[in-house]
């Protein structure tokens, strides 16, 4: 009798700990179901634009140039600022620990790499759970769940999709890529915050060291990803 009710319990257990967790839901935006805001509630797309052209303007609104070689060169609006003046690592520290409990600071002293955590921390802010868009510190998680067609975006061929504002651009860091081949490994992103002739506007962190705004021709990216129809 011991014995069966063992087995049943440890049963019990074990579908317990199979059981997926219920998704996450955004938080209500109104008191009651039937209450309507008397203003007007940009989307989710949209608030991530300006919660990037907001940390753009914090950081002085640099725009970046980027060399054939990889370099970049900024150029400021307002005062030139970088990632560990402390205003401005009051900044990165926020978007970085608002999705990971990893520290920020490397073995030999160094800032880590915060450009993945800057694009999670606008995807938080703006209201999509983590069901919608992973907390993470690289870009090939986010990038993955898109691919596998979890959460919120889906990527897309840039051959076929033109990016839109509100779409994520990928590329490869340090190989080169196909959205075929498409594998683990070094990326970075950016968000598009305007499209022009031939080109898109994106922001962008930890892009020479800040938050900085980029004109990028076409074709510079391997991967689109963008927000899913509602």
Not at 9 to 21: D, K, N, V
Not at 29 to 48: G, H, S, W
Not at 66 to 74: H, K
Not at 204 to 225: H, Q
């Amino acid at each position: 009798m011991r014995r069966a009710i063992s087995a049943a319990l440890a049963a019990l257990l074990i579908a317990g700990c199979a059981t997926r967790p219920p998704a996450e839901t955004p938080p209500p935006l109104t008191a009651r179901p039937d209450v309507a805001p008397n203003f007007d509630v940009p989307d989710a797309t949209a608030r991530m634009v300006y919660l990037a052209r907001q940390e753009w303007q914090l950081f002085g609104k640099p725009v970046a140039t980027r060399g054939a070689d990889g370099s970049i060169a900024l150029a400021f609006e307002g005062a030139a600022t970088h990632e560990v003046q402390p205003s401005m690592l009051s900044r990165v520290l926020m978007y970085w620990y608002a999705v990971t409990r990893q520290p920020i600071v490397g073995t030999q002293g160094e800032l880590r790499p915060w450009s993945a955590a800057f694009v999670a921390w606008l995807a938080r802010g703006a209201g999509y759970t983590r069901d919608g868009f992973p907390d993470t510190v690289l870009h090939w998680d986010y990038i993955e769940a898109a691919l596998a067609g979890r959460g919120a975006f889906s990527a897309r061929d840039p051959a076929f999709h033109a990016p839109r504002i509100g779409d994520l651009v990928c590329a490869p860091r340090g190989t080169t890529l196909t959205f075929a081949t498409l594998r683990r490994g070094p990326y970075h992103c950016d968000l598009v915050v305007g499209v022009g002739e031939g080109t898109v506007e994106v922001i962008g962190g930890n892009v020479g060291d800040v938050v900085a705004l980029s004109v990028l021709p076409l074709g510079s990216w391997v991967v689109v990803l963008t927000v899913n129809a509602p």
